[in-house]
């Protein structure tokens, strides 16, 4: 009996490790990638930009599908992100990507 507990115990630990793993490397990778779209957007590297916010967009995805509720925060930016992106307006752009880090902020909370 008690064995059987230390290893549901165990085993309830790893699951809440991994959930947390697969949550933290998505939103990292937004974080890096709005980082670096601002820095493009500010140079006038359009593909690199455009590049970035696919990446955003992608990663985005995958960290809506892992959490329980849905950040509206986070979707409001990268939908505004994407928007600015494809009007190529470098200040739009910038301002996107700190909304998106700071949508990321709440989450990583």
């Known amino acids: 009996m008690k064995t059987t507990l230390i290893a549901g115990t165990i085993a ?13 490397s998505p939103v990292s990778d937004i974080r890096d990638n709005a980082a670096a779209a601002a820095s493009n957007a500010h140079i006038y590297q359009w593909k690199r930009v455009e590049l970035e916010v696919v990446r955003i967009a992608d ?3 995958k960290v809506q599908l892992s959490q ?13 992100l ?3 992106q494809a009007a190529h307006d470098a200040d739009r752009t910038e301002a996107a990507a700190a909304a998106v880090l700071a949508a990321t902020d709440t989450l990583s909370k």
């Open 12 to 24: 309830v630990f790893a699951a809440c490790i991994s959930v947390s793993a697969a949550v933290a």
């Open 59 to 61: 990663a985005e995805k």
């Open 68 to 80: 329980s509720s849905k950040s509206d925060a986070l979707s409001s930016a990268v939908r505004d």
């Open 82 to 84: 994407r928007a600015a």
